[in-house]
């Protein structure tokens, strides 16, 4: 009986499936994204790792032998030897590497890093794209960083400091002529560089020889042969083969940081895939309901309950595979596609290879998961009484609420969520406070999943109430949906994971973005930073500066070290309040507003060592020999101060106290400037240039002038932030994507199961447009429902991890944007129920009291 009932019941199960192949597209359509995403992403991946490879790669493919330096004497490779090393029989090609650099001559603190390169051939790093190369001494060719920031175009001049050959303390100055621009790996372009060939880079840059030698075999030769003819010129170097040197680079470039990005990444896919999990047990939910009279009748001829949980087990495996199959071609077909794409945009991107292993193991997961999540609602649906088959499909729908197993359950997690969320407060270990936080989002989303259906009718008698107002379209959608509580809490709690980690997203980028603008109120409050030696800036060249009319904000200010409890402060009297940024700085007590003669803010540094808080007041010793020298016995006392307010970190330009200048002359400090920092009135390069002329001017014979751009460090920390967030933001819309999907799925199946009760509609004078509305509203509202408990859900919870990362973050809510987030999400999902809305309207009467299903 057990083979015929085997093939009798998967037979059934299969023809059905084959019969309404589009339900079955439908069901499958959330682990088709599913899988296209997470083969999409080794398809990235393996573009990432061929493009940085090549890129970053300091070794060239054709270079067959390295020969280094010893060490152990730190002596280089001479010239002569690399001399001999080109004349052995084995050698087709040998060039000399140096990695060295040397300041450039003037105010500004730029440095030039100098490598030798061939400039052509097959052992050359480096492109020519404008100019010629270098053929003669006192000649480099300049990477585009250099030829942007520092102005080095083909045939401008500049002058480098090199270590004085005989006296290594000093330096002297040597012209070099720019010759060319070149393009070299995306290492060398991360510093502003110089290249020239091996026989000229000695003389320029003073060196006795190479670091390193690259060598290319002649054809035929191999590497254990080369290496024996170069030990003969090189005894006691270090050789390596070039395959084992670039093996060694591609370690060192694809650990760290990009591997951490691609766990991270991996992380964000886990969380799509459990999207996708989530809509596909739902939507085989909803198929399986509509076809209980079908698995009731199989029960009353006698089919048992574990022949059809396999049926139905085999039906979601096949979907899986069809829909892991296209997924993964889809995703294959990308990957090769986007670097013609790159390239017809001016970008360059490596081709990805075929990893056939990986795609089979995504189908093969595509199954699985499939599978998994076809279980609990085949269990469900092989548990049918055979008297269902009496009854029609759309009449069990949404019968049930949710146990008390379940209901237990959600109370459970919502409660070990609570307590995880509050151990961060009780414990000082930030690693577990972190993780305690992350586990309790886990938990409460767990709970979300359990308690979903009990909150679906609540929030919907808020949230719905503008919808019921205008007529009967309204109170319809709000009805279709709150009828079915399971299902629609099925389909919102994965919009409301998409909302929670999409909002949970905005909220920390709000959040660290105005933590980095407390942190750059102080540590770069202008553009530029002057920064003069002992002798300070008179009031004159101050006026100079201020004068300029590419400069603005422009802010004198002197610094002065004391020693106190045993440690080196300074005081600086740059007065928070004249700051463009004066705003952004925080206080940990007191205001700075109460900045005045005989009050002083402080640093948590000085703080904490002293523990001072506002109102607090502490004294400050003047330097002895000023006191002696001014005969005024009772400055020996020191100064003292009053506490008007204490910071959260560093105070303006690392200063440890700020005073009035009238307190810092109480002190004994220096009447000069010790700098001057302003902001660029326009154009930051012209400011700069007319900056460094300013200096070159007013100040010829100093060299302790420094210019320092803090606003570069100001730009790259911000742009680091929203690089994140940007990432962050592109990580998360999968699982939003899903969301909508599974969305699409539902409201589709919906209108299938629906069909007599829309001809019903229909039959009563509903016209196909109110029904296309009716249907798109539903599809809407699992957005609004999703929307609501998903903010509910991410909002917190980024506020919690923000101050357990960062604890001087300040908390912000962007409001524009998450209101921008759930009303997109809202008009996504209601366009999502466009198409189902539109097969709803098909539906005349007649055929809806024909129809069974």
């Known amino acids: 009986m057990n083979a015929p009932w085997r093939a009798s019941v998967l037979g059934s199960q299969l023809a059905e499936l084959l019969r309404r192949p589009g339900r079955s597209l439908t069901t499958g359509l959330s682990v088709l994204v599913a899988a296209f995403v997470v083969f999409a992403t080794v398809m990235a991946q393996q573009i990432t790792t061929n493009t940085t490879l090549d890129r970053f790669r300091g070794t060239p493919e054709a270079v067959s032998l390295v020969a280094t330096a010893d060490t152990s004497d730190a002596s280089d490779i001479s010239a002569a030897a690399l001399r001999q090393i080109r004349a052995l029989p084995g050698v087709a090609e040998a060039v000399g590497r140096v990695n060295s650099g040397a300041p450039i001559a003037g105010p500004s603190e730029h440095w030039l890093e100098l490598h030798s390169d061939p400039g052509t051939g097959p052992l050359s790093q480096v492109r020519l794209v404008e100019g010629d190369y270098p053929d003669r001494a006192g000649e480099v060719a300049v990477n585009r960083r250099a030829a942007e920031e520092l102005q080095l175009a083909p045939g401008t001049r500049t002058t480098l400091l090199v270590p004085d050959p005989e006296n290594a303390e000093k330096t002297v100055k040597v012209a070099v002529a720019v010759t060319g621009v070149v393009k070299s790996t995306a290492t060398a372009e991360q510093q502003s560089g110089g290249y020239t060939t091996d026989a000229h880079i000695g003389r320029l840059a003073h060196l006795p020889g190479y670091e390193h030698v690259d060598i290319r075999a002649k054809d035929g030769v191999p590497t254990d042969e080369l290496s024996q003819q170069v030990r003969g010129v090189l005894d006691g170097a270090s050789l390596a083969s070039g395959s084992a040197v670039r093996a060694q680079e591609e370690r060192e470039i694809l650990g760290g940081d990009l591997r951490e990005i691609f766990v991270l990444i991996s992380v964000f896919l886990a969380v799509a895939v459990g999207a996708a999990a989530l809509v596909a047990t739902s939507t085989f939910r909803i198929v399986f309901a509509q076809r209980l009279r079908q698995l009731a009748l199989l029960r009353a001829i006698g089919a048992p309950q574990s022949r059809l949980v396999t049926a139905l087990a085999v039906e979601g495996a096949l979907v899986g595979a069809v829909a892991g199959g296209l997924g993964v071609s889809a995703a294959l077909g990308a990957g090769h596609l986007a670097p013609l794409v790159a390239r017809w945009a001016g970008q360059e991107l490596s081709a990805p290879g075929f990893p056939v292993t990986y795609a089979v193991l995504v189908v093969v997961g595509t199954m699985l998961l499939t599978v998994g999540a076809v279980l609990a609602p085949a269990l469900s649906a092989a548990r049918v009484s055979p008297l269902q088959a009496l009854r029609a499909a759309g009449t069990v729908t949404g019968e049930r609420g949710i146990g008390p197993a379940r209901l237990i359950t959600g109370i459970a997690f919502a409660a070990m969520a609570a307590w995880l969320a509050a151990q961060p407060g009780q414990d000082g270990d930030r690693d577990f406070a972190m993780i305690a936080t992350v586990a309790s989002a886990g938990l409460a989303f767990l709970a979300l999943i359990a308690l979903g259906p009990l909150l679906v009718r609540p929030v919907l008698a808020v949230a719905g109430w503008p919808l019921r107002r205008p007529g009967t379209t309204g109170r319809l959608a709000v009805g279709g949906v709150g009828g079915t509580p399971r299902r629609a809490a099925a389909v919102s709690v994965v919009v409301a994971l998409g909302v929670a980690l999409v909002s949970g997203a905005l909220v920390c980028v709000a959040c660290l973005g105005g933590h980095m603008e407390r942190t750059d109120a102080v540590e770069a409050p202008a553009d530029f930073r002057v920064a003069a030696g002992s002798a300070g800036l008179d009031s004159t060249v101050v006026r100079q500066f201020a004068a300029s009319p590419q400069l603005t904000h422009v802010t004198a200010y002197r610094t002065h070290q004391v ?169 998360v819309a999968l699982t939003v994507l899903i969301a909508v999907v599974g969305v699409t799925a539902t409201t589709s199946l919906t209108a299938i199961e629906r069909t007599r009760e829309f001809g019903l509609l229909r039959a009563l004078g509903l016209g196909g447009g109110a029904l296309r509305r009716t249907v798109t509203m539903e599809a809407g509202l699992y957005g609004v429902l999703g929307g609501v408990l998903g903010l509910a859900l991410g909002v917190p919870y980024a506020w919690l991890l923000i101050r357990t990362v960062v604890t001087e973050a300040p908390l912000r809510l962007p409001g524009a944007q998450l209101l921008l987030v759930f009303v997109g999400l809202a008009v996504l999902t209601a366009l999502a129920g466009l198409l189902p809305a539109r097969r709803a309207t098909r539906v005349t009467p007649m055929t809806a009291l024909g129809d069974d299903e």
Do not use: C, Y
Not at 697 to 710: A, F, N, Q
């Open 563 to 731: 020693a106190l409890s045993g440690a080196e402060f300074e005081v600086s009297d740059l007065d928070p309040g004249a700051l463009s940024t004066g705003k952004d700085i925080a206080t940990a007590t007191g205001s700075l507003a109460d900045l005045g003669p005989g009050h002083a803010v402080v640093a948590s540094r000085m703080a904490e060592r002293l523990g001072l808080t506002a109102g607090d007041t502490f004294t400050l010793p003047p330097p002895l020999s000023t006191s002696l020298e001014r005969g005024d016995p009772h400055r020996r006392g020191g100064v003292e101060l009053t506490v008007a307010a204490t910071l959260p970190g560093q105070g303006p330009l690392l200063a440890d106290v700020v005073v009035v200048p009238a307190d810092l002359d109480r002190l004994g400090a220096a009447r000069n400037a010790s700098g001057v920092i302003a902001d660029a009135d326009g154009d930051r390069a012209e400011a700069q240039r007319a900056l460094e002329s300013l200096i070159r001017e007013e100040l010829p014979d100093r060299d302790d002038i420094g210019i320092s751009v803090l606003a570069q460090t100001r730009d790259s920390g911000r742009e680091t932030v929203r690089m994140m967030g940007t990432i962050a933001l592109g990580l």
